[in-house]
DNA sequence: CGATGACTTGACTGCTGTCAACGTGCGTGG
DNA sequence: CCACGCACGTTGACAGCAGTCAAGTCATCG
């Protein structure tokens, strides 16, 4: 029952496309599942309105009950140390699915907030894994995306173990390039939709070496930086820096 | 058909088996399985002779047809660069699986090597596909173990970008030292199966690096080292400088 | 218009990598 | 059984990348 109240601050069309109508039906759960079955998947789907900028998802200890899709907008998800600093484990874009950290234990180690208004679709657990058991290609899809996650987890590793600050900078921007395309936006220009403290606490790095690095690819002609927003102008040349396939087999790459 | 000759080489016993009969179901793939459902997954999974150290289990870029546990011994898994260097991906203890990563794309992104003499449970995907299709319990399982992977990579992550040399090191030992209780072993003296190059690759340090802090921990009280062999002194002391929670919720924490 | 948070830039320091030499144990072959 | 070679590990000297501290600029919002 849509009140009117709700029809004034977010559009009714933002809140009922259906996965089959769902222009990230290509890229997000639904992949490979036929029409009929995805009517299925599509029932047991919570959308919600969406998250304000700063308003959380879920927090860490939270009781594990559903997976969330990033409709629109954009998450960080991060673990908080004891002495309450934050770790940010990943940015997550339309058609990703986050929460999948929090089978094994029946909990949220990471909390996810939104980094602007983002829309969500939510998955209650239990109705998915009765579903999935009578949809064998649901049930497959699943384990492919959480192999990609495992797969995508494992890159990351290695950018942060090996790479210098120049390649982990460089490979972060090709990686959301790729991600931009994937999805229909620019690959070669978009926005920030978090801070240079968020992108070093992801990287590794400290604030003022990301804001350096950013300045000193300006000054190279790799890229047009100004604020949040990123032009990419040398996509090549950075894609050498940042020591990694640019067009590889990985499409979700962080 | 076994033949004589591979009777003089390898026991019997360690071939034959069974899951219900080993030590590791409580922390493998049958978690939660009940015993007769326990049979038909035993059924499928196939044994073969040893890894000898250094032989590869598989390499970059095979085929994925199987996921592996291990169930003696121990792996390393590993990708390489354009320059042919390898960047180690995870150290693997019985009871553990690999392959998962592979899954999504049929290929496998990193090969693993034998740190040691290892034997190995091969499960065939598509038969373990088409038996967790018949078994809700096993699916659930499955995604659970895919779940802590992620968990893991995380951790792992959490590690790499902010962690000192000294806190990463800390923060392996009692890794491994946890693991190990876990599978019954002594958690406070053990043997190191992999080199400290492999170490330090891991960790994202210098080998030298690794030396060093091997020998001021020992210099320190936190530990004793010689050569592979590792006793833990002060495991409380070596876990606070690790920053890390040592008797946490991953048990399979890398 | 002032306050606040985000970002930039500079100076300095220190951790950790690199290069190099040396020690040690193990396995192979004589 | 011994000697040699080799891989692995240790230690030292030095340098450089990136972190920290600090000051200053800029944009946004109340």
Redesign the interface.
Known sequence: MPTRKQEKVVSLKDITVACQACSLNEICLPVGIENKDMERLDAIIDRKRPLARGEHLFRIGDRFRSLYAVRSGSLKTY?T??DGQE?I?GFHLPGELVG??????D?H??AAKALETTSICEIPFDSF?SL??QL?SL??Q??????????N??Q???T???RSAEERLAAFLISLSNRYRRRGFSSTQFNLTMSRGDIGN???LALETVSRLFTRFQNEGLLKVERRNIELIDRQRLCHFS?ANCYG??PDNT
């Open positions: 673990a140390s004891e770790q484990m999948l950290d929090a089978i094994a234990n909990v180690p990471l894994e999935s058991n064998p049930q497959r699943m384990l492919r995306v959480m192999s990609q996650e495992i797969h987890d494992e990351n590793m290695l942060l173990g090996q992801y990287l590794g020591s087999d990985n």
